[in-house]
């Protein structure tokens, strides 16, 4: 039987520390608001509404129904290749959710654990959803890093880039390790059960877990992490229709989400070299990817501004930078976690 004293604890515990990153989170994106406003834009800033005009509403709301699509049809036919189905309301639903998450924590560590979390909820085992929300990470990952190294050799707009020149061969050295680090959790999965097992006893030994948690969570991860190992394997073993749909749909979420600072100066009435676009964002979306910051708040919206200050007028730049900013992340931000608050209210009514 739950103790609903101790959830409850656990519960405003959880949300304490949530509040805490979402105020570090909007901290940070005003001060790097600022940052892109006093160094890039030269303090200034203008509403332009040609952003609202109609045509450009009804071009962003199509462009952000296809983005937010993709995002969960890369994660329905990445679950359907490993044999689970889950209904598109509940997936739809995640999708939000690891929204909010993913940009509320750093390094976007809560997105996985949060996605982990609400596919258990609905009936899939830890490892299969460990699997599951790794695979489809990896599948954008390898399409970002290797994208990466080709635009930051063959755009002219990075040449002159201080971040790009100093940071080269560190970008360098991050894809490899970062590659290494998901190749190992993919293909090597069982030389992770000895570190993991050995940090629970560790645990263990300074008296932060109980003898009996102890020995549960070192059957229980050995179990998962032999379930997450053979996940992998069937998931390339799956529905090959599945496989491909899943690898499809990540290609276009990603290239929805590229589109959309094109789309904008667009509106804006200025003359849109895609290529270009896409290519700085992929760049910029690279360098989110090892930001310490919650969602990478302040730092995105600083390279952001870097990389766009050639295309963009000064007045425009801080407008874009907002606008791109709020479609892409806030907006979905703010639906999560209204759905995040349904969703706990109605676990806990079921657990009660």
Known sequence: ???IPDQDYQQRASWRRLTVFSLIFISMTAAGLYAVYDQFAGRSVTFDDRLVSPQALVSIIALLVVYFAADGLRLHFTLRALGHRLPFPAIFRLVFINLFFSNVTPMATGGGFAQIWYLQHHGVPVGRATAATTIRTVIAVIFIFSLTPVFLLT???????????????????LILLY???????????????APLGRLLSTL????????????????????????????????????KQFVA??????????????????????????????LVSTGLLVVTTFV????????????????FGSFFRDILTANHLVLVTISWRFITIYLGMLAGLVILQRELVRNRKASQ
Do not use: C
């Open 1 to 3: 039987m739950t103790n």
């Open 155 to 173: 755009l002219d707009a990075l040449d002159n880039q201080p971040l790009v020149g100093e940071l080269g061969p560190v970008l360098a050295v």
């Open 179 to 193: 590659l290494g680090f998901f190749m190992v959790v993919l293909f090597r999965t069982r030389w992770l059960i």
């Open 204 to 239: 263990h030994r300074f008296h932060l877990i109980g003898e009996r948690r102890h020995q549960r969570w070192q059957f229980k991860a050995k179990r998962e992490m032999l379930r997450f190992s053979h996940s992998f394997g069937d998931y390339l073993r799956g529905p």
């Open 245 to 274: 749909l899943s690898v499809l749909f990540t290609f276009v979420f990603l290239l929805s989400l590229f589109s959309f600072p094109a789309l904008l100066i667009s509106a804006l009435d200025y003359e849109v070299d895609y």
């Open 288 to 303: 989110m990817y090892f930001s310490p910051t919650p969602g990478a708040s302040g730092i995105s919206e600083g390279v």
